[in-house]
């Protein structure tokens, strides 16, 4: 881990044919119970879990942990620890109500409120509305606003994943289970800023979702002389049956160029 940023696991349930989910905004389950047993201790284990606005949005989701707690044999009583939601929505286009699960479960004491990372407040955006703003801080969620930026005229401005990671630390959250969905998986693994991925875990389940549904797949990667070549591989690999599913777990191999002097 680097001072500067929090220890990050990539982590994310896939088809046989790399789909996250039949359709964009379609939820899609994927995990046997072994896996989603698995998914929920890595989340004890870390301080926050991050998911784009898309996500939320599609599936609503909790993000807790539902572990019971140590020693509670009736299993009734959840972790004491509980990650921190944290969602990337750069627009702030996610309306926040007290109606939303994680919301709801932070209420409940079964969760914390979401830390959302977003562009608007900064330069000539307006902040959020002060009513999500008041949901969020009510049960100690918040805003965080980090600058946006385009590449281009056709592209929308995004965040770079270094400030994200760095605004993340500095809440004091020296872990991440990124997990979700397809464009925050993919923006991740494209080009260096796979460099800051310290762990991978994946796991595939018996399906193929077929052709049209969310897919996890970086953006081509080509060699000096205009040849595609491999985009991301693995090293330190271990296959880990779990019911149906198998867990892929491994680190991104760091491809170091050797330069030519003369």
């Known amino acids: ?88 929505d750069p627009g702030a286009r996610w309306a926040v109500s007290e109606d939303n699960k994680v919301i709801r479960l932070a209420r409940e004491g079964r969760g914390l409120a979401p830390f959302v990372i977003t562009a608007r407040g900064s330069g000539l955006l307006p902040p959020p509305p002060a009513d999500w703003s008041g949901v969020l801080q009510r049960h100690g969620g918040k805003y965080i606003t980090i600058p946006a930026h385009r590449a281009g005229d056709e592209v929308p401005p995004r965040f770079r994943w270094a400030e994200i990671l760095a605004a993340v630390r500095d809440e004091g959250l020296t872990s991440i289970m990124i997990e979700g969905g397809g464009q925050v998986i993919n923006s991740l693994l494209d080009g260096p800023d796979n460099g800051l991925v310290d762990s991978v875990i994946v796991t595939i389940a018996p399906t193929w979702l077929g052709q049209g549904g969310v897919v996890v797949s970086p953006a081509r990667v080509f060699d000096a002389e205009g040849k595609p070549k491999p985009a991301v591989r693995l090293e330190d690999v271990e296959w880990i049956p779990l019911g149906e599913d198998v867990v892929l777990c491994g680190r991104i191999q760091r491809c170091e160029e050797e330069s030519i002097e003369g």
Do not use: W, Y
């Open 1 to 88: 881990m680097q001072p500067s940023r929090p220890f990050v696991t990539l982590t994310f349930a896939t088809s046989l044919d790399a789909s996250l989910a039949l359709a964009p905004g379609t939820r899609t389950a994927l995990s046997g119970p072994q896996s989603k047993a698995m998914t929920h201790f890595l989340r004890r284990r870390h301080a926050a879990i991050c998911v784009g606005v898309g996500t939320i949005e599609a599936d609503d989701p909790g993000l807790n942990c539902r572990l019971a707690a140590d020693h509670d044999t009736d299993g009734d009583r959840p972790s004491p620890h509980q990650p921190r939601p944290i969602v990337l």
